[in-house]
């Protein structure tokens, strides 16, 4: 029976993340897209006065994060009680952070003397309440990896935002765009929950200690990682001005939406599938190197080819008018592309419920994580606190997430690293070709300047990533452990299929 479920779990893995990829790439690009819209539409202010409202709900939303789903995802056997006691819990946690951000609203009026801030609140307040609501039994499909439909559940909120979003900023040239998108995306979630996955509501509190047993150490960890990603956003914003501080979030967001599109989708099945092997030591270990460098090998090319197309790109997207967006998707990217690698490293904790080291990493981050960027951000401004970011981000969160891994599941820093090196070398020629067309080509002065500039060096230097990389991997024994052997297993079940299908058709 075991020999058997290898397979059948491999290829469920597979499945949902060919369906959620597919998702996940068409949510980015209408992120990306309504980024770019707004981006014209409205001014560097205005994303940075919502961008301030945006980050206290993130804040509030980690601080009350119970993480429900994720202990739903974890327990093997699931009763009424547990899905009624996760609506319970997620509810009253909704109407928590409901009021709290509203009266928050107040205080960030004050404190940034900005009255706007009250409305931008208040009307973000309704997110947090709409979501607790939400069905709890959407949950079963990322639990049973059936993400076809929770791909098309993202793609109908992102659509909606766009739609809503632009239309308001068509007609108003106003900030309240960026904040009705967002509440109107919240609403189509809420209600597609309840369409796809049937649920009436009823309050309990049967299962509190059985889901918040397992949730606590993961709604302490959240709350570290948004507070060590986010806090320096309160400072930045009253430090650099709200217009400089708005075109750094753009960066931020296009920088985000690039490099995670590829790879978010298989973090999120991860977990599931980490659960279903986790009493096999053995699978698991392999299982992990082999999502490692999968991960590695697509964050890592995306995030340095963002960096090395990020002036061209922006002068085609927003305009040569938006230097600060450049600086910090240059600076940024890589280091987002990079750490994914954390993704499977955060899996495998919940997966065996070694969910109180997640904290103490988180811990140990942000104690190290925010004197470096104040002080970057004190002394040298915008530089400083993007270099702050590279070095604490970059590499003392890789450095303390080796170490996990290690007291995991046993497995060394330089195993951990090793499965990458072909990612680094692929990297490297394709940094080399980018940076030689750059060259070439000269300074960017028109949309066709940029534009050309943007095809060849994506064209050229994912050629050379993807054919360096080949080559490494045929030269040194075709390991199993990587993204090419999942992309030949992949693509030679595609073309099975393909003939067989060809083959009925002409029978018939």
């Known amino acids: 029976m075991k020999q058997a479920s290898v397979p059948a779990i491999g290829d ?47 804040m509030l939303n980690s601080i009350t994060d119970i993480s429900v789903a994720s202990a739903l995802i974890h327990h093997k056997d699931l009763a009424d009680k547990d899905f009624d006691t996760a609506f ?12 709290i951000l509203i009266v928050s ?4 009026a004050h404190a940034y003397n900005d009255e706007r801030l009250i409305g931008i609140c208040a009307g973000l307040s309704l997110r947090p309440f709409l979501t607790g609501i939400g069905s709890p039994r959407y949950v079963l499909y990322s639990k049973e990896l059936q993400f076809g439909t929770v791909a098309v559940q993202e793609g109908l909120n992102y659509t909606t935002q766009l739609v809503v979003s632009v239309a308001i900023a ?35 509190v049967a299962s509190w200690r059985k889901l918040l047993g397992f949730s606590v150490w993961l709604t302490l960890n959240q709350f570290l990682t948004i507070v060590g990603n986010r806090f320096e956003n309160f400072l930045a914003g009253g430090w650099l ?30 977990f599931p599938s980490f659960a279903k092997i986790s009493g096999d030591a053995d699978r ?39 230097p600060i967006a450049v600086i910090v998707i240059q600076t940024i990217a890589p280091v987002l592309g990079a750490q994914i690698v954390f993704g499977p490293a955060n899996a495998l904790c919940n997966a065996i419920g070694a969910t109180r080291m997640l904290f103490n990493r988180g811990l140990v981050l942000v104690l190290f994580r925010v004197p470096v960027v104040l002080a970057g951000l004190y002394f040298y401004g915008l530089p400083g606190l993007l270099y702050a970011r590279v070095f604490s981000g970059g590499i003392v969160a890789s450095m303390a997430n080796f170490y996990l891994v290690r ?38 002065s028109s949309n066709h300047d940029a534009l050309v500039m943007i095809v060849l060096q994506s064209v050229f230097g994912a050629a050379a990533y993807c054919g360096i990389h080949a080559v490494l991997w045929l030269t040194t024994g075709k390991t199993t452990i990587g993204i090419e052997g999942e992309a030949v297993k992949f693509l030679t079940k595609a073309i099975s299929a393909l003939r067989r299908k060809r083959q009925r058709a002409r029978s018939a």
């Not at 319970?88 to 009021?99: A, F, Q």
């Not at 931020?252 to 590829?262: D, K, L, R």
Request: contains cysteine; positive net charge; charged residues 10%.
């Open 105 to 108: 609203g107040f205080i960030m």
């Open 284 to 322: 698991l270990k392999t299982a992990f190197q082999k999502s490692q460098a999968s991960l590695f090998a697509l964050g890592f090319a995306v995030g340095v080819g963002t960096a090395l197309v990020a002036e061209p790109f922006v002068y085609l997207t927003l305009g040569p008018n938006w």
């Open 12 to 58: 469920k893995t597979l499945i949902a993340s060919s369906l959620l990829l597919a998702g996940v790439f068409y949510s980015r690009f209408i992120n990306l897209l309504m980024t770019i819209l707004l981006a014209r539409l409205l001014v560097p202010a205005d994303f940075g006065l919502v961008a301030l409202g945006t980050t206290l709900l993130l």
């Open 88 to 99: 319970t819990l997620s509810t009253l946690r909704g109407i928590l952070v409901s009021i």
């Open 407 to 444: 007291k995991l599941i046993d497995l060394s820093v330089f195993e951990q690293i090793f499965v990458t090196w072909r990612s680094w070398v692929s990297g490297l020629a394709m940094t080399i070709v980018c940076l030689i067309i750059r060259h070439v080509l000269g300074p960017i």
């Open 241 to 270: 001005g709200l217009t400089a501080f708005g075109a750094m979030n753009v960066g931020n967001n296009m920088a985000g939406v690039i490099t995670q599109s590829a790879i978010a989708p298989i973090q999120r099945v991860l």
């Open 170 to 204: 068509y007609y108003t040239k106003s900030y309240w765009a960026i904040v009705a998108g967002a509440t109107f995306a919240t609403v189509m979630g809420t209600i597609v929950t309840y369409w796809v996955a049937p649920y009436w509501p009823r309050l309990s």
